[in-house]
């Protein structure tokens, strides 16, 4: 008798709110490592419970997508704090040259 090969499962809607729990401003590599680190799963009569692998599973994502979104929000910064230093010193250069050919 042939095992029947399970399908992947998406996040159940009744748990996504608990996904969302332990994440926060300031999650790290570190944090989310240690995380998995100390991860212990609830056990059922057939190995772990699949609920509380998905909640787990879920959670870890979430850290994840806000480390993310964390670091898209400071390269952008970096990225328009550069775009207006390059427009100031083309400002500048332009100013400078037009001087020039005043005199």
Known sequence: MLKKKREPRSIPQSQLHLA???????TSLQSIAEKLRTMKFRRSLWGVSEPDVWTKVGRIDEMYRSL??????????????RDQTIALLQRDLASAQSGQRGF
């Open 20 to 26: 969302a729990r332990d994440v926060g401003p300031g």
């Open 68 to 81: 993310y979104q964390e670091q898209e929000a400071r390269y952008q910064a970096l990225l328009q704090e």
